[in-house]
C-alpha cells in the first residue's frame, strides 16, 4: 500500500473513522496532522465500540505506530483520559507519538471559546467548545504553548504565567467572565507534562524515515473540507486545514509524500452547527435520514442537520483536495425513498446558475439548489458482500454520484461495520 490520505469531503461525519479504520489495518504507520479533540471518530472492531477524538485510529492494530503532527493541537488532560480509557481496554498506546511542535490547549482557551460564542449571539460559529480556535489563534499569534513548552518545566511555568495572566484580563474586562487560578493550572499541567513526556518524538522525522524505509503510512485526516478555514464555509468553519494540503504542513513531510488522496463522503449530507447548507431538509425526508442514519455528533451528541447529497460541493472538494476516488457511506439509510435528489448546481434569485462553490456563504443565503433526480432503490443492502449484490438501482444511483462528482467511487458503505463496506 503506497502512502494515502484520507480526509472528509463534506463537513464532517462522513464515516471518515470506519475507512480509516480499514486502511489503518493494512499501514505500518497512521499519522494524524490537524485538528484536536473537537474530532470524533467512531471505530467498530472485533464488536466492541470506539470513540477516538485525538489518537490516530491504527492504535487498535498491534504494532501500528500511531504519530500526532505538529498541526494537531492537544488538550494534554483530554488526550491523557484517551489513553487511559484504551488502556483499561487492553489497548496499548506505546506506540503513540506526538511531535514537540504541537500546541498545547489551555483551560484559557476552552473559557474564550465559550465566551467569544456567547458574545456573538445569533451569529455564533457552533463550536465544539474544545478552545480548538482560541488555541490555534495563539498558534497564529505567535503566543502560544507548544508541546516543547509543557515538558520543559521553566520554559512552561514563565510562559504559562505571563500568557494566563493576559489572558485573565482578556477574559474579565473584554468578556466580563471569571478569571482563571492561573497557579492552580500550571501545578495541574505540571502532572499531565510527566506523563505525556514518554510520547514527545519529532513526527516529521520518524514519518520521513518511515517513508524512507518503504513504510506504509496512513495520513488520517479529521473534520473536513467544508470545514476547512479557507476553503470551508467561512466563518462557519474549524481553524485547521483538513483539506488534503493540510496533512504534509501538519505532519511535517512534502506534498509529493502524500501517495492517494481519498475523500469520504456520505451517500448524502449532513452538518452540525450554524452556516449555510444548500440542499438541507427541514422536513419528514430529513427527519427519517436523521433518525435512520444517527445522525447525532459522536463528540457532542448534538443532532446533525441532514439533506440531499451536494454535487457542487463534492466537484469543489474533489479540486482543493486533489481527490483521487471517493469512499461514500451510508447507501443503507436511504434505502425506501422512493426518489433521490442530488444538488448539480445553485440557482441565485435573480436566475443566474452557480456550478462552483462560491467562496462567500451569503451568496449561498437565497440560493436554491437545482437537483438531477434519480428512482431510489429499496431492500435491505446492508448485508451485501460486494458491489454486484447491490440492487441496480443502488448500482445507478452510485453512477449517478460519480458522473456529477467527477470522480469514481471506490469505497462503498452499506451498513457501520468495516465488512459492510464494499471495494471496487
Ligand atoms: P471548532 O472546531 O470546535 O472550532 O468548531 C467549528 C465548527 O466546526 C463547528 O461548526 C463544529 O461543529 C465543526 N466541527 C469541528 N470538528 C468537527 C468534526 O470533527 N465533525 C463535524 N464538525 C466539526
Not at 507534562?193 to 513526527?203: H, I, S
Not at 427527519?287 to 466537484?315: M, S
Amino acid at each position: 500500500m503506497p502512502s494515502k490520505v484520507v480526509v472528509g469531503v463534506q463537513w464532517g461525519d462522513e464515516g471518515k473513522g470506519k475507512v480509516i479504520d480499514i486502511l489503518a489495518s493494512r499501514a505500518d504507520v497512521v499519522v494524524r496532522s490537524q485538528g484536536g479533540n473537537n474530532a470524533g471518530h467512531t471505530v467498530k472492531s472485533g464488536g466492541e465500540v470506539y470513540k477516538l477524538h485525538l489518537i490516530p485510529s491504527g492504535i487498535l492494530y498491534k504494532g501500528v505506530k500511531c504519530y500526532i503532527g505538529c498541526g494537531v493541537v492537544i488538550d494534554p488532560q483530554d488526550i491523557l483520559r484517551e489513553i487511559d480509557g484504551l488502556s483499561e481496554r487492553g489497548i496499548d498506546c506505546s506506540n503513540l507519538r506526538i511531535d514537540p511542535r504541537a500546541h498545547i490547549i489551555m483551560p484559557w482557551h476552552r473559557r474564550l471559546d465559550g465566551l467569544s460564542e456567547r458574545a456573538l449571539g445569533e451569529s455564533q460559529i457552533g463550536t465544539t467548545g474544545r478552545g480548538i480556535g482560541p488555541c490555534y489563534m495563539d498558534k497564529y499569534e505567535r503566543s502560544g504553548i507548544r508541546l516543547y513548552d509543557l515538558v520543559h518545566d521553566e520554559i512552561f511555568t514563565r510562559k504559562a504565567a505571563a500568557v494566563g495572566a493576559l489572558k485573565n484580563r482578556i477574559i474579565t474586562q473584554i468578556y466580563g467572565g471569571e478569571p482563571l487560578d492561573v497557579p492552580a493550572i500550571i501545578e495541574e499541567y505540571r502532572e499531565y507534562a510527566k506523563r505525556l513526556a514518554p510520547y514527545v518524538d519529532d513526527v516529521s522525522v520518524l514519518t520521513y524515515n518511515a517513508i524512507r524505509e518503504g513504510k506504509d503510512i496512513l495520513f488520517e485526516g479529521a473534520q473536513a473540507t467544508l470545514l476547512d478555514i479557507d476553503f470551508g464555509t467561512y466563518p462557519f468553519v474549524t481553524s485547521s486545514h483538513p483539506v488534503s494540503g493540510g496533512a504534509a504542513i501538519g505532519a511535517g513531510v512534502g506534498p509529493g509524500e502524500l501517495g492517494e488522496i481519498i475523500g469520504v463522503a456520505k451517500a448524502y449530507t449532513t452538518r452540525v452547527g450554524a452556516g449555510p447548507f444548500p440542499t438541507e431538509l427541514n422536513d419528514e425526508t430529513g427527519d427519517l435520514i436523521r433518525n435512520r442514519g444517527q445522525e447525532f455528533g459522536t463528540t457532542t451528541g448534538r443532532p446533525r442537520r441532514t439533506g440531499w447529497f451536494d454535487a457542487v460541493l463534492i466537484r469543489h472538494a474533489v479540486r482543493v483536495n486533489g481527490l483521487d476516488c471517493l469512499a461514500v457511506n451510508k447507501f443503507d439509510t436511504l434505502s425506501g425513498l422512493e426518489t433521490l435528489k442530488v444538488c448539480v448546481a445553485y440557482k441565485k434569485p435573480d436566475g443566474t446558475l452557480l456550478t462552483e462553490y462560491p467562496c462567500d456563504i451569503n451568496e449561498l443565503k437565497d440560493a436554491s439548489p437545482v437537483y438531477e433526480e434519480i428512482g431510489g432503490f429499496s431492500g435491505d443492502i446492508s448485508t451485501c458482500k460486494a458491489f454486484d449484490e447491490l440492487p441496480q438501482a443502488c448500482r445507478d444511483y452510485i453512477e449517478f454520484l460519480e458522473k456529477f462528482c467527477g470522480c469514481p467511487i471506490k469505497m462503498v458503505g452499506v451498513g457501520p461495520s468495516r465488512e459492510q463496506v464494499l471495494e471496487r
